[in-house]
């Protein structure tokens, strides 16, 4: 099974199990292993899955500033989550592939593979939303009939972004490309390095 096919299979199983309770404070209960690739990629879409929602919900009109400001935070708390799981699943690639000799011309590419893999979670939602949008019974035939024409855009998607995912392993494998791991070294969640936090002292 390649890959991307494995991500995607997971993908579908963590949205389904979260819409089973459909609440952003249902524990996941991933069914892999810990620190296997399958128990990042389960984690990582339930990561998406759940900030997804937070996402709808921090958008009500009608919200309370209280609420809003709470919710902002557990987006905030999630998007730190993210990011570091996707540096937890590039240097799962890297230990597999920085061992395999370079090509004289190998490159490196513009973006790392758990970063096209954190596309895919956030696709898969978009499709299963979409999915959602066009056959929801209380919406209009127009409504319905552009969801479709979004969601074959968006399937098309998903199989490209497969394919190309794929293709660079491939080329990791065989030493045409070879990959670095770059922290992404956000600045405003440390106390150290935001000066509002660090001037409150």
């Given at each position: 099974m390649k890959f991307s096919q494995l991500s995607n299979r997971i993908f579908r199983r963590v949205i389904n199990d979260y819409h089973l309770s459909d609440h952003i404070d249902t524990p996941m209960i991933n069914p892999y292993p810990e620190n296997s690739i399958e128990g990042y990629l389960y984690l990582k879409c339930w990561i998406d899955t759940v900030q997804w929602h937070l996402e709808d919900l921090i958008r009500d009109p009608a919200i309370d500033p209280v609420s809003a400001l709470e919710l902002k935070r557990h987006i905030d708390r999630s998007n730190q989550e993210r990011t570091d799981l996707v540096e937890q699943i590039d240097t799962y690639f890297w230990n597999k592939y920085h061992i395999i000799e370079k090509q004289p011309d190998a490159t490196i590419n513009t973006e790392s593979p758990a970063?096209?893999?954190?596309?895919?979670?956030?696709?898969?939602?978009?499709?299963?939303?979409?999915?959602?949008?066009?056959?929801?019974?209380?919406?209009?035939?127009?409504?319905?009939?552009?969801?479709?024409?979004?969601?074959?855009?968006?399937?098309?998607?998903?199989?490209?972004?497969?394919?190309?995912?794929?293709?660079?392993?491939?080329?990791?494998?065989?030493?045409?490309?070879?990959?670095?791991?770059?922290?992404?070294?956000?600045?405003?969640?440390?106390?150290?390095?935001?000066?509002?936090?660090?001037?409150?002292?």
């Open positions: 970063w096209a893999v954190d596309r895919l979670s956030i696709l898969a939602l978009k499709i299963y939303h979409m999915q959602v949008e066009a056959n929801r019974y209380n919406a209009s035939g127009e409504h319905k009939e552009k969801c479709r024409q979004k969601l074959d855009v968006l399937l098309q998607q998903r199989v490209d972004l497969s394919m190309a995912l794929d293709q660079l392993l491939e080329e990791y494998t065989t030493g045409k490309k070879y990959m670095k791991v770059y922290r992404q070294m956000k600045m405003y969640n440390d106390p150290a390095l935001n000066p509002v936090l660090y001037n409150q002292k």
